[in-house]
Nanobody, 128 residues
Framework: QVQLVESGGGLVQAGGSLRLSCAAS????????MGWFRQAPGKEREFVAA????????YVADSVKGRFTISRDNAKKTAYLQMSSLAPEDTAVYYC?????????????????????WGQGTQVTVSS
C-alpha cells in the first residue's frame, strides 16, 4: 500500500489552468500505476486519466482529452494532472489513486476497482 497526498487545487476562472500534484510514500512508487478521478456534487465518481509505471503509457477520458495531461516523476515519487481550458463543468473534488495491478490494456485502469490506495482529494472550482 502507498500513501497519497494531493495538492494544487483551488479557484480558477473559466479558460484557466491548474496543475494538481499527488505525492506518494510507503513503497516503491515506480511499481504503481496511477489514476486521477473526480467527483462533482451529487454525481458519481468519474475517471479522468491514468498512467502506468511506464510513463509513456497513458489513458485519458474523452471528457478531458486534449485539455488534461497526466504525467509522473518517479524520482520525486509524484504524479501530476495538468489541466487547461477549464470550464465550470470541471468543478469537482479531484482524487489520485494507485494500484500494483497489471492489465493487458490501459482501458482497465479507467475503472476505480483496481485501485488500492486513494488520496484525500483536492477541490477544484472553476468560475464562469
Amino acid at each position: 500500500q502507498v500513501q497519497l497526498v494531493e495538492s494544487g487545487g483551488g479557484l480558477v476562472q473559466a479558460g484557466g489552468s491548474l496543475r494538481l500534484s499527488c505525492a506518494a510514500s510507503g513503497r516503491t512508487f515506480s511499481s504503481y500505476a496511477m489514476g486521477w478521478f473526480r467527483q462533482a456534487p451529487g454525481k458519481e465518481r468519474e475517471f479522468v486519466a491514468a498512467i502506468r509505471w511506464n510513463i509513456g503509457s497513458t489513458y485519458v477520458a474523452d471528457s478531458v482529452k486534449g485539455r488534461f495531461t497526466i504525467s509522473r516523476d518517479n524520482a520525486k515519487k509524484t504524479a501530476y494532472l495538468q489541466m487547461s481550458s477549464l470550464a465550470p463543468e470541471d468543478t469537482a473534488v479531484y482524487y489520485c489513486a494507485a494500484t500494483e495491478k497489471v492489465y493487458s490494456s490501459d482501458y482497465y485502469y479507467s475503472s476505480d476497482l483496481p485501485y488500492d490506495s486513494w488520496g484525500q482529494g483536492t477541490q477544484v472550482t472553476v468560475s464562469s
